[in-house]
Structure formats: structure tokens, C-alpha cells
């Protein structure tokens, strides 16, 4: 069962508009989220973070929005630009789960999100 | 900036070899992972470690062993490599629970 999901294979969006890319969860333990940016043949890097205590959590062009209630996130990225193309991961994490160890993230499948010019 | 090196960007090996991916991170961190990407299935986790010689099961750990053996290091080991084990793999660290950093994934064939 996914238990994070990325229903939007891809996204299109016209250079300097506002690109949202969702994400939905079933983990209703999940207490930290995460969006990672991945262009080919390289690792993610860490985008930005929001703790389930917030409902938002900005940094410079990239928000973060949670609806703990909903189990809904969201990355808005304003404006968007050509750089900006690259898959996109959500990721969540119930944090303490291993008992004061760690544990791994649990990854939606990817948002293909293409900047136009 | 927090580095995770991988020790190969590219990789060719037969069926039934026995395959060693490297990882090294440069920021002490406790907490390093091993997933594979997949298109169209996102990232796995195959195990994680939260301290050396400490290792866990991720959700997909069948034909893979790992080793920790000193704090920076972190291998991944196919004991006999298969076709369906052709993949990207991509390590990562963290220092407490939650974001990670990733190395620049190794991308490895089985012929």
C-alpha cells in the first residue's frame, strides 16, 4: 500500500507562474515531511521541510503547505523558472519510530515538473 | 555543506557476480540509507544504519547485505546480482531523523 502518493506524473508550467506540486498521505503517524528535487542521473537534494506542528513553512521561492486534516501537502514554487525543471519527491517520515534510531523516508513516486519558456 | 560521496557513477557487472557500492559522508553523521529509484516507483528503501556496525531492513532488502563498519562508511553488497537489481542506487546520511542528504547515485546495469 503507498503511503505516499504523488498523483501527477507531470506538470507543465509557462516560466514566472506559480507551480504546485501535491502530495497526499495515508500515515496519519507521519509527523515530518520533506520535498526533495532530482534532475537525471544525480541524487536528490533537500528542497525544504515542514513539521507537523505547522501548517507552512517558506523559503525563498518554494512554500510548503500541510492539511494535516486533509493529509495533504503541497510545494508552491512562485516564480517558477527553466532551473526549476526537475522531478520532484515528497517525502514523510514518522519520527521516533525506531525507538531513538533512525528509519527511512517514505517516498511518493515523483512529479515531473516542466518549466516552458 | 554536507558530502556523500558514491564510489561509482556507472556500473556493468554480469549475473551472479558479487557487487560492492560504496558510500562515504564527511559530516559525521550517524544515520546513513540505501535506496534504489526506479522509474515510475520512486525511491526504496533497501536498509539504513543508525550507527556502525547497527543495520535495519528498509522494504525491499531481499538479495541485498550491507556492511558499516566505521561511522563515514556505508556498503551495499549484492552477494549475486541479478537482472531485476539493475537500478539506481542512491545513498544518503542524516544526523537526526528526518532530512537526509544524498550522494550522486550509482547507476548500475546487470548484463
Known amino acids: 500500500d503507498q503511503q505516499v502518493k504523488q498523483n501527477s506524473p507531470s506538470l507543465s508550467v509557462q516560466e514566472g507562474r506559480i507551480s504546485i506540486l501535491n502530495c497526499d498521505y495515508t500515515?496519519?503517524?507521519?509527523?515530518?515531511f520533506l520535498w526533495y528535487k532530482k534532475y537525471p542521473a544525480e541524487g536528490p537534494t533537500f528542497l525544504i521541510s515542514i513539521s507537523s506542528i505547522k501548517d507552512k513553512n517558506e523559503d525563498g521561492r518554494f512554500t510548503v503547505f500541510l492539511n494535516k486534516s486533509a493529509k495533504h501537502l503541497s510545494l508552491h514554487i512562485v516564480p517558477s523558472q527553466p532551473g526549476d525543471s526537475a522531478v520532484y519527491f515528497c517525502?514523510?517520515?514518522?519520527?521516533?519510530?525506531?525507538?531513538?534510531?533512525?528509519?527511512?523516508?517514505?517516498f511518493g513516486k515523483g512529479t515531473h515538473l516542466i518549466i516552458q519558456p | 555543506d554536507v558530502k556523500v560521496t558514491q564510489s561509482s557513477r556507472y556500473l556493468v557487472k554480469r549475473t551472479g557476480e558479487k557487487v560492492f557500492l560504496e558510500c562515504v559522508q564527511d559530516?559525521?553523521?550517524?544515520?546513513m540509507f540505501w535506496y534504489r529509484q526506479d522509474p515510475g516507483l520512486g525511491l526504496r528503501l533497501i536498509y539504513f544504519?543508525?550507527?556502525?556496525?547497527?543495520?535495519e531492513k528498509g522494504d525491499i532488502p531481499e538479495g541485498y547485505s550491507v556492511s558499516r563498519e566505521k561511522k563515514e562508511r556505508f556498503s551495499l553488497i549484492l552477494e549475486s546480482a541479478s537482472t531485476n537489481q539493475t537500478s539506481m542506487y542512491l545513498c544518503?546520511?542524516?544526523?537526526?531523523?528526518?532530512?537526509?542528504?544524498f550522494g550522486p547515485g550509482t547507476r548500475l546495469l546487470v548484463l
Open positions: 559530516m559525521d553523521h550517524e544515520n
Open positions: 500515515n496519519s503517524m507521519f509527523d515530518y
Open positions: 544504519s543508525y550507527d556502525v556496525k547497527m543495520k
Open positions: 517525502a514523510a517520515i514518522q519520527r521516533g519510530y525506531s525507538g531513538g534510531g533512525a528509519d527511512g523516508l517514505t
Open positions: 544518503a546520511s542524516s544526523l537526526f531523523e528526518g532530512t537526509q542528504y
